[in-house]
């Protein structure tokens, strides 16, 4: 929880969509506008993906506690409030906090080891017409000796609404402390609907044959090419505090797209 206290000092950032760049302008005009390092929360202007690559871009100082609250002027905006330039102090005073927990992505490929976090999901997908070929282990042990499949994804409570429901995977309840593991278009085992896994679970993706059936890895939006492996855990240094109207928040979002048609 972040204890009470005023926000005078914001960094507004924002994706370079005119509309966003000029509602930017208009804020800071009104506002002020202050360096990251200075101030007392980031406002950040765009859509979920600005968001993601926000909480990047600052990871340094929003793990020592910078809240960020977003305002969209992107598509869906699941990880936005909605943009409103009036009154925006007494929005964030009165604003709710919610604490997000990435997971750490272990890939290791031809070109070596990569490490990255993962707000919503971390997956594995094929890059060619080959179907991918991956063995899944769930702390060291084997659970699926080959998944024949586009690809499989592992997903956090905040990215279950996203690329995880796509794919038919099941909407997890933002404090439930689970992780849903889900199979993309998968071929065999033909009825496995992939599985929920409690957060401090580790996981592991083998890629088999992998010359032949080149895989992908992404964490969110950073892509790492050619892997045959990947580790996956929750990052138990790393929390982050994202910033939401009243009754508008992350877990009111989560429950309403369950009721969703």
Request: aromatic share 6%.
């Amino acid at each position: 929880m972040i204890k009470e206290k005023k926000f005078e000092k914001l960094a507004f950032v924002s994706t370079a969509r005119k509309e966003a760049k000029s509602a930017r302008d208009s804020l800071i005009e009104k506002y002020g506008n202050h360096d990251a390092a200075n101030a007392d929360a980031i406002v950040a202007l765009g859509g979920d993906g600005f968001m993601l690559r926000t909480l990047r871009r600052y990871m340094t100082l929003i793990r020592r506690g910078l809240p960020v609250y977003g305002m969209n002027k992107g598509t869906i905006g699941f990880l936005m409030n909605e943009f409103n330039e009036d009154d925006l102090i007494s929005r964030l005073s009165a604003a709710e906090p919610t604490t997000v927990k990435p997971l750490k992505m272990i890939a290791k490929g031809a070109g070596g080891t990569f490490e990255e976090l993962a707000f919503n999901e971390v997956s594995l997908y094929r890059q060619t017409q080959q179907a991918a070929h991956i063995r899944i282990k769930v702390d060291k042990k084997i659970r699926l000796e080959c998944l024949i499949a586009d690809g499989v994804l592992l997903a956090t409570p905040t990215g279950s609404t996203a690329y995880n429901l796509s794919a038919h995977g099941p909407v997890v309840p933002q404090a439930a402390h689970i992780l849903a593991l889900t199979p993309i278009s998968a071929f065999r085992p033909r009825r496995w609907r992939g599985a929920l896994l409690n957060a401090d679970r580790n996981v592991e993706f083998e890629v088999l044959d992998a010359e032949k059936r080149p895989v992908a890895a992404s964490a969110d939006n950073m892509e790492i090419r050619n892997i045959t492996h990947v580790e996956i855990s929750q990052d138990k240094e790393t929390s982050l505090t994202l910033l939401f109207d009243k009754e508008q928040g992350l877990s009111e979002k989560i429950l309403r797209e369950q009721f969703s048609v």
